[in-house]
């Protein structure tokens, strides 16, 4: 992934194959990224990367990050629980996700057409933020599917580091088990998943 800024709006986030080419969806996309970047930083947010994407913080905190995808590109909200969202424009990142966090372009121009509601959204995000205000931890249960219960209790060393995962991490393990429909391929996602659950990783990070 990439480590400096001007590396993503030149070539991308270097997640994939198409870092640097003309088929990366930076280059697609590449006009409404740069005015959703002038407007973050025209409302005094500090740049950086994370993630190998955009990020924008202020006081301390994560407001916003890009993204960009083959269908559309993105400004998604941290702690977007507290946005009161009167324009209706979040919308959810996909069924997993639990609050309705991100605004989705579909063109390039359309980033100007709402960019007095993007602002006043950072404005409001970065009160929350001055503030140290924060959602309300929501306590979500997780099914956790048979096959990786058996597979921690069947192999200690296993177990240990599963537990000592982030609970974002523990996560994406098991909806991406759940995804599944058969038993025959939970399971084999697991012997796969073990090598990255010891090494502390997510089920999608590299």
Not at 36 to 55: A, N, S
Not at 56 to 79: E, K, P, Q, T, W
Request: glycine content about 8%.
């Amino acid at each position: 992934m990439i480590t400096g800024i001007e590396e993503y709006f030149l070539k991308g986030c270097g997640r994939c194959e198409r870092f640097g080419t003309s088929d990366c969806s930076t280059r697609q996309w590449s006009s409404g990224l740069a005015e959703l970047r002038q407007i973050c930083l025209d409302r005094g947010l500090v740049e950086t990367v994370k993630w190998g994407h955009p990020c924008y913080m202020h006081a301390g905190r994560n407001i916003v990050i890009m993204g960009a995808l083959r269908n559309d590109f993105r400004l998604s909200f941290f702690n977007a629980a507290l946005l009161k969202d009167p324009h209706g424009v979040l919308e959810k990142a996909g069924p997993n996700t639990r609050q309705p966090d991100m605004i989705r372009f579909t063109a390039n121009n359309q980033v100007a057409a709402v960019k007095p509601v993007i602002e006043s959204y950072l404005l409001e995000a970065m009160g929350y933020a001055e503030s140290g205000i924060k959602p309300a931890v929501q306590n979500v249960s997780i099914l956790i599917p048979d096959e990786l219960l058996e597979a921690l209790e069947s192999d200690p060393e296993l177990s240990k580091a599963f537990h000592r995962l982030t609970p974002g991490r523990r996560k994406s393990y098991v909806i991406h088990l759940n995804s599944a429909k058969k038993a025959e391929t939970r399971i084999s996602r697991i012997r796969k998943f073990r090598e990255r659950i010891l090494a502390g990783k997510g089920a999608m990070e590299k």
